[in-house]
């Protein structure tokens, strides 16, 4: 099987935050005072997220069989 584009919506927001981040709730969220967010799976703007996601398909990748290629030749 050859890939040569695959879009993938939500990318960013399918991988497991690999440590523990937290973060306040958006406005109109009911949450009491004193209370945040721990964040289960990624989101768009964290820093990690592109890491996060690399690591989560080339696992997947790799489970089905795919084959990394070496380094292109210039």
């Not at 919506?9 to 109109?28: K, L, R």
Request: charged share 20%.
């Amino acid at each position: 099987m050859e890939l040569y584009h695959w879009d993938i919506q939500g990318a960013f927001c399918t991988s497991d935050v690999d440590t523990e981040i937290f973060m306040q709730p958006p406005t109109g969220y009911p949450l009491p005072d004193g209370q945040c967010l721990r964040l289960r799976k990624s989101l768009y703007c964290l820093r990690q997220s592109s890491a996060l996601f690399y690591e989560n398909l080339e696992r997947w990748m790799l489970e089905y069989g795919f084959q990394p290629i070496g380094p292109d030749c210039v």
